[in-house]
């Protein structure tokens, strides 16, 4: 094939002579479009690699990470925390038309004109100064009452598993916004230079609705804000080993020269994702000693593995990743996400849910205990809860295996430590657990409280994409002052 082209003159140029579409617009109308991007690569570089945007808090930070404990598939308020008995008095009656008011349901509720009401069988006590209700099935959780602000009046537009837990994640019911923790990295940037800002730990080996990678991607930020997933294997991140035969001064010197390629690249067409791509490069060799470090627990006196239960030697398990998220937060990373799968219980709850309570109560407790006994818990946010809660009204039959639908009009989360107003209940719901009575808190709410508590105004972490200035609360939401310390 000839490398030349002919004009229409007859006259044949080199094709090096030629310039692409990028090339173009860096080059001529003065470059404006490779002008501002070098500008606001600049300005990253001016504040350090591992800096963020901000430079500086807008607000003085209560805490410096979150612990963020996330529980997919909507877990039954009405089971764990909600105490309501007008349930079990009238078990098995119809929801009330001016209760339900007219709500959209999902089509798995089967006959909306005649769903029979549906107590919970699990027996609730009073615990902490506040005299919060909780379900048998949290006795551990019951026991840290009084570090715990528990919202019981959350709320939400969706209805269904994807939109909604990728609205909790990203502040947008549609895939492709950054996520929470990438937010978190881009404004506030790492503590440990060693170590990912925004780390992901998933439970092994539990079913229910899957989890996409869009719910810890950075989305139109740049990549290096995206979270790391950990895996529970030998390897927690992937290709951070030399292959066989490499050396670690062998990858050093590959990785400088790749460094001096992606440089000289960077000259001539200034691009986000060329700065981006040389952070990972640098961050994936850093942590070839900072990961075995961080994720081994060998060094965990017994004391310390007790307070998570008898899981924490199994990889993989929530208790072993609760124990990871102390690890990982006491090293200076700034979000820490984990999921927990399988709350989705359209039937069988009674016993399903008293599993997965078993498989996670013990592990949140341990995880607040741990971090206060070594004084983290003051400038470290965890926060409990799932997408939505789950129906007052019976799924199908009564019988002993029933099941409770999607419910976004009202559910329950929880927050510790970080700023947060200790040993709280915020909010109230209705005497059928169904509607927000008082003080309801959004998603966009939430989230302007979680960044205001790491002293971040939510209207000002801001960042333009396709002509529009976008963040994670869109244009709504408001600190809830209530929830604060």
Not at 81 to 91: E, I, S, T
Not at 95 to 122: A, C, E, H, K, Y
Not at 328 to 355: C, M, S, T
Request: glycine share 12%; aromatic share 8%; charged share 20%.
């Amino acid at each position: 094939m000839k490398s030349e082209r002919t004009l229409p003159n007859g006259v044949e140029v080199p094709s090096h002579h030629f310039i692409n579409r990028r090339q173009l617009l860096n080059r001529f109308g003065l470059g404006l479009g490779g002008v501002a991007l070098a500008e606001m690569l600049g300005r990253e570089q001016a504040l350090g690699a591992d800096a963020g945007i901000l430079g500086a808090p807008h607000v003085p930070p209560k805490a410096k990470r979150i612990i963020y404990l996330f529980m997919s598939g909507g877990p039954s308020h009405l089971d764990l925390y909600d105490y309501k008995p007008l349930l079990n008095k009238r078990h098995g009656e119809k929801l009330p038309d001016s209760v339900r008011g007219g709500q959209r349901l999902t089509g798995m509720s089967g006959n909306q004109s005649s769903i029979p009401m549906v107590g919970s069988p699990f027996k609730f006590t009073q615990h902490g100064q506040a005299g919060g209700w909780y379900s048998e099935l949290l006795p551990h959780t019951a026991s840290v009452a009084d570090e715990l602000c528990v919202v019981k009046s959350m709320f939400t537009e969706s209805i269904n598993h994807g939109p909604g837990v990728t609205f909790f994640q990203t502040g947008s019911q549609i895939a492709g916004r950054p996520s929470m923790g990438a937010w978190l990295s881009y404004g506030l940037g790492a503590q440990n230079e060693n170590l990912p800002s925004f780390t992901v730990l998933i439970t092994k080996g539990k079913g229910g609705q899957p989890l996409g990678a869009h719910l810890w991607g950075s989305g139109f930020l740049p990549t290096k804000h995206q979270g790391v997933l950990f895996r529970a294997a030998k390897d927690p991140v992937l290709y951070l080993g030399n292959p066989e035969g490499i050396s670690g001064d062998s990858r050093r010197m590959m990785l400088d020269r790749l460094k001096e390629l992606h440089l000289h690249q960077l000259e001539g067409t200034p691009d986000a994702e060329i700065s981006s791509r040389i952070d990972h490069y640098e961050m994936a060799y850093r942590m070839q000693s900072s990961i075995p470090e961080a994720t081994g627990i060998e060094d965990e006196p017994q004391h310390v593995l007790d307070l998570y239960g008898e899981d924490v030697k199994t990889p993989g398990t929530f208790a072993a990743n609760c124990l990871q998220a102390r690890r990982l937060a006491e090293r200076g990373v700034r979000f820490i996400q984990l999921y927990h799968q399988d709350w989705d219980h359209h039937g069988g709850l009674p016993g399903n849910i008293r599993k997965l309570a078993k498989e996670t109560d013990q592990a949140s407790a341990g995880l607040i205990k741990d971090l206060k006994q070594r004084g983290l818990l003051d400038d470290t946010l965890v926060v409990w809860g799932g997408e939505f809660g789950r129906t007052n009204y019976c799924q199908g039959k009564i019988s002993e295996n029933f099941g409770r639908d999607h419910h976004p009009r009202c559910f329950t989360a929880w927050m510790a430590g970080g700023g947060v107003e200790a040993g709280s209940i915020y909010g109230e719901t209705d005497e059928f657990g169904y509607n927000v009575l008082k003080d309801g808190v959004h998603i966009h709410d939430f989230h302007a409280t979680l960044l205001h508590l790491l002293g971040i105004d939510h209207e000002r972490l801001t960042y333009k994409f396709q002509g529009r200035r976008y963040r994670l609360t869109d244009v709504h939401g408001h600190v809830v002052k209530g929830l604060l310390a």
